[in-house]
């Protein structure tokens, strides 16, 4: 068996790992990267990237429902071609994926770029395809897999995932959406807009993982207007006739369609590792104890980024835990990281966003909450998008900025504003006194911002605006 000897191993090539492998580089340490199956990022292949490629199409053919409201007709029979989309999105899809290859793996020589499965043969050893590699220190970043449960097993060959949606040359005619968090809401109200019968599934009440009461609201009543919505109880399969139709039951509601995609969610890739040869517990979660700050499991000489954490499955926070696992990895002396303000997007139409602190985690005596209805703003009423509501929450005592929740138009552009507010540590007043353009969809944030202002304690000395100091 062939024998290598590293100061540092990184499991898994995805964003988490070639952010670790960045930093482990600019430390001079040796190291190994070590990757099973396709190169590229699941970003890139089968996740942010291909999924809004996919839902820019779909948006941009919906357009042809609303434009008669503008004086321009004859639009809403315009045929699309759905085999022609999903090779668009594919064309797309490769091009960023070789742009990730070709800065990244494709330059990277054998002896430091290893493919195949890894596993432990003890604290400091792994067996990768008959090579066993000793390392002083492991960073492990293997990813996730979409959860499939065992009982649908038989009807793989009807169901679709992340994983196998932008291989298909032809889209099914009917489809059920089973779990409609952020990845079910956005493909499912894409492949609507595309002209498919698509019906969700959910077993929790609210969507896209909202848990403001009013938001949540907002959002079923907007986007159950594009396709029915069957919320509140589990989903369970069964099968028309052998090889036909899967009839997807929930509770009282029924529907037979053509294929299932299901989104229940991702498990990490930790299977395999046989942690419990490195000394390591992965706990009840199924993933081991580790340190948010420092990426360290334990106290042991092993590191954990990205999906395989299971807990903030975003790409820049993948990039984020990568480059301080790779950077702790390879100093003797540990450095805690503070993280950035969760920030989290679904790229539905309108927008879902949450930044800071979520409703469900809020201590609401000590609250204060500003609200702005989009029906009446004025921007959003020119660009024919005057739905949904935007919430945000503040320290009633101190006016701090606390985190908000909302679904709106360009809810992805509010939510950074308030995510750099947030992390910059405003107060409501601090943020009113910003300038704010007419007309803009932002000064829908600065209604829900003197909302807020209102009920807050902490108020500016004089004028909300800033006032020029007299030298």
Request: negative net charge.
């Amino acid at each position: 068996m062939e024998k290598i000897s590293v100061d540092i191993a990184i499991i898994g090539s995805g964003s988490a790992g070639l952010y670790a492998l960045s930093q482990v580089r600019d430390s001079g340490k040796s190291f190994v990267l070590i990757n099973s199956g396709p190169t590229g990022t699941t970003c890139a292949r089968v996740g942010c990237m291909p999924s809004k490629a996919l839902i820019q199409v779909a948006e941009e053919y919906h357009q042809r429902n609303i434009l008669k409201r503008y004086g321009i007709e004859g639009l809403k029979e315009i045929p699309i071609d759905r085999e022609a989309v999903m090779d668009h999105v594919r064309d797309l899809r490769d091009t960023f994926v070789e742009r990730v290859r070709s800065n990244s793996t494709d330059k990277m020589p054998p002896d430091r770029f290893i493919q195949g499965y890894a596993r432990f043969l003890d604290p400091h050893t792994l067996e990768v395809e008959g090579r066993e590699i000793h390392a002083q220190r492991f960073i492990i970043a293997t990813g996730s897999t979409p959860i499939l449960p065992a009982a649908w097993e038989p009807f793989r060959d009807r169901i679709i995932t992340t994983d196998t949606l932008f291989e298909l040359e032809q889209l099914p005619n009917s489809l059920a959406v089973i779990g409609l968090g952020v990845i079910g809401l956005e493909i499912g109200q894409a492949l609507s807009r595309l002209g498919i019968a698509v019906t969700g599934f959910d077993q929790l009440e609210s969507i896209g993982g909202i848990s403001d009461p009013v938001v949540a609201k907002s959002a079923v009543e907007i986007l159950s207007r594009e396709f029915p919505l069957h919320l509140g109880a589990p989903a369970t399969l069964s099968e028309e006739r052998a090889g036909g139709p899967l009839r997807v039951t929930a509770g009282e509601q029924s529907v037979v369609v053509d294929q299932v995609f299901v989104s229940l969610g991702r498990r990490p890739n930790l299977e395999g590792l046989a942690l419990e040869k490195a000394g390591i517990s992965r706990g009840e979660s199924g993933t081991p104890p580790f340190n948010p700050h420092t990426m360290q499991i334990g106290d042991s000489h092993l590191f954990i980024a990205g999906d395989a954490t299971h807990d903030r499955p975003l790409l820049h926070e993948a990039g984020d835990e990568g480059r301080i696992a790779g950077y702790n990895a390879s100093h003797d002396q540990l450095l805690a990281f503070a993280r950035k303000a969760p920030l989290a997007i679904t790229f539905s139409d309108p927008n879902i966003c949450s930044v800071g602190t979520r409703w469900s985690q809020l201590d609401q005596a000590t609250t204060a909450v500003g609200e702005v209805q989009f029906g009446p703003v004025g921007r959003a009423m020119i660009m024919g998008k005057n739905r949904g509501v935007l919430r945000l929450y503040a320290e009633r005592q101190s006016g701090r900025l606390l985190g908000a929740e909302m679904i709106c138009t360009r809810a992805e552009n509010l939510g950074h504003l308030l995510a750099w507010s947030l992390q910059q540590g405003l107060t409501v007043g601090e943020m009113l006194q910003m300038p704010f353009y007419h007309p803009v969809i932002e000064e829908a944030m600065q209604a829900a911002l003197y909302d807020c202002y209102s009920k807050v304690e902490n108020k500016n000395p004089g004028p909300i605006m800033e006032l020029q100091r007299k030298e």
